[in-house]
């Protein structure tokens, strides 16, 4: 969160599988009802309704716009920025972003999204929030994560933006993004664990819980059982393969360029790909992307004197 003049810049990376700000990290999911739930740690009440924040998993969608989760899931994540720094009550224009190749399509139907409402009043983990949502900006994913740190990509860079439910690539020669060479592929990490599902089911006739999933591609491994720990590693290489066999197509040449690797993806390529670890750099801070859209939102308001 930055402050300029009397707002607050918010930047908010609205994943498949996580929602992130520049501090926080929650999962993507929510779940409305009419009545308070038995049980709800990340209860948000707003318009008389009642929404358990982090449950469930939203199901992939392209248009983040068509219901009203995503915005939901908005003030969640204000909230718990806003918390960190004991405010209550605040100005708050909104950094927002969508895969490269979908910014200019959707752009305007997203911010039209995120404005739908001036003033909101809500009540997050039994804290009650009034804020006034003076503005927003919808900036290209993957492209955020390294805005502030352009200056130093010399010669030629496949950027992957591995996310959920997408990855984007977009190639930078002397430190400026190449227009004509951005691609979105719906291949993020859940089309992993669904072939990983898919190979536990055909080989073992197991049907694996997705936190098992998780921790052998987070960290490699996991406390289970070698014959199916080995299944679960031979089907994300494979996905693993895949993804560079894509980089390929779209021109990623390892001798002539290097790789930069964002999103939570990154543990893939880190655990499961086969690279020259000097020629590729994986950044692990999953909020990395927010803060990009704070860092462009900020730079932009700067330059007009704050004016929106």
Same mark, same amino acid.
């Given at each position: 969160m930055k402050t300029l003049y009397d707002y607050k810049i918010i930047g908010i990376d609205h994943g498949y599988g996580n929602m992130k700000t520049a501090n926080c990290c929650f999962q993507t999911g929510v779940i409305a009802s009419d009545t308070e739930p038995p049980f709800a740690n990340d209860l948000l009440?707003?318009?008389?309704?009642?929404?358990?924040?982090?449950?469930?998993?939203?199901?992939?969608?392209?248009?983040?716009?068509?219901?009203?989760?995503?915005?939901?899931?908005?003030?969640?994540?204000?909230?718990?920025?806003?918390?960190?720094?004991?405010?209550?009550?605040?100005?708050?224009?909104?950094?927002?972003?969508?895969?490269?190749?979908?910014? !200019?399509?959707?752009? +305007?139907?997203?911010?039209?999204?995120? *404005?739908?409402?001036? =003033?909101? #009043?809500?009540?997050f983990r039994r804290t009650d929030y009034h804020i006034e949502i003076i503005g927003a900006d919808v900036f290209p994913q993957g492209f955020a994560a390294i805005s502030e740190r352009l200056g130093e990509f010399k010669g030629t860079t496949m950027l992957c933006d591995i996310g959920n439910g997408t990855m984007n690539l977009l190639k930078i020669s002397d430190r400026k993004p190449d227009m004509l060479n951005m691609f979105t592929e719906k291949y993020g990490v859940y089309q992993c664990t669904l072939a990983?599902?898919?190979?536990?089911?055909?080989?073992?006739? !197991?049907?694996?819980? +997705?936190?098992?999933?998780?921790?052998? *591609?987070?960290?490699? =491994?996991? #406390?289970?059982?070698?014959?199916?720990?080995?299944?679960?590693?031979?089907?994300?290489?494979?996905?693993?393969a895949e993804i560079?066999?894509?980089?390929?197509?779209?021109?990623?040449?390892?001798?002539?360029?290097?790789?930069?690797?964002?999103?939570?993806?990154g543990c893939l390529i880190r655990n499961f790909g086969e690279y020259d670890k000097d020629r590729a750099f994986i950044n692990y801070d999953i909020c990395a992307t927010a803060k990009g859209y704070e860092y462009i939102a900020y730079t932009k308001l700067n330059k007009n004197g704050g004016e929106i």
């Amino acid at each position: 969160m930055k402050t300029l003049y009397d707002y607050k810049i918010i930047g908010i990376d609205h994943g498949y599988g996580n929602m992130k700000t520049a501090n926080c990290c929650f999962q993507t999911g929510v779940i409305a009802s009419d009545t308070e739930p038995p049980f709800a740690n990340d209860l948000l009440i707003w318009n008389n309704k009642y929404y358990s924040i982090g449950v469930g998993h939203k199901e992939f969608t392209a248009d983040k716009f068509i219901d009203e989760d995503y915005y939901i899931l908005t003030l969640a994540a204000i909230a718990r920025e806003l918390n960190r720094e004991r405010i209550t009550e605040e100005k708050i224009f909104i950094a927002a972003g969508l895969p490269l190749t979908w910014v !200019t399509r959707q752009k +305007e139907e997203f911010t039209k999204y995120l *404005l739908q409402h001036r =003033t909101v #009043d809500f009540n997050f983990r039994r804290t009650d929030y009034h804020i006034e949502i003076i503005g927003a900006d919808v900036f290209p994913q993957g492209f955020a994560a390294i805005s502030e740190r352009l200056g130093e990509f010399k010669g030629t860079t496949m950027l992957c933006d591995i996310g959920n439910g997408t990855m984007n690539l977009l190639k930078i020669s002397d430190r400026k993004p190449d227009m004509l060479n951005m691609f979105t592929e719906k291949y993020g990490v859940y089309q992993c664990t669904l072939a990983v599902r898919e190979a536990m089911m055909r080989e073992h006739h !197991t049907n694996l819980d +997705e936190s098992i999933i998780t921790e052998v *591609l987070k960290k490699g =491994t996991a #406390d289970i059982d070698g014959e199916y720990l080995k299944t679960i590693i031979t089907a994300a290489k494979a996905y693993t393969a895949e993804i560079f066999r894509k980089l390929r197509e779209h021109d990623y040449n390892p001798k002539l360029m290097k790789l930069y690797v964002v999103g939570g993806g990154g543990c893939l390529i880190r655990n499961f790909g086969e690279y020259d670890k000097d020629r590729a750099f994986i950044n692990y801070d999953i909020c990395a992307t927010a803060k990009g859209y704070e860092y462009i939102a900020y730079t932009k308001l700067n330059k007009n004197g704050g004016e929106i």
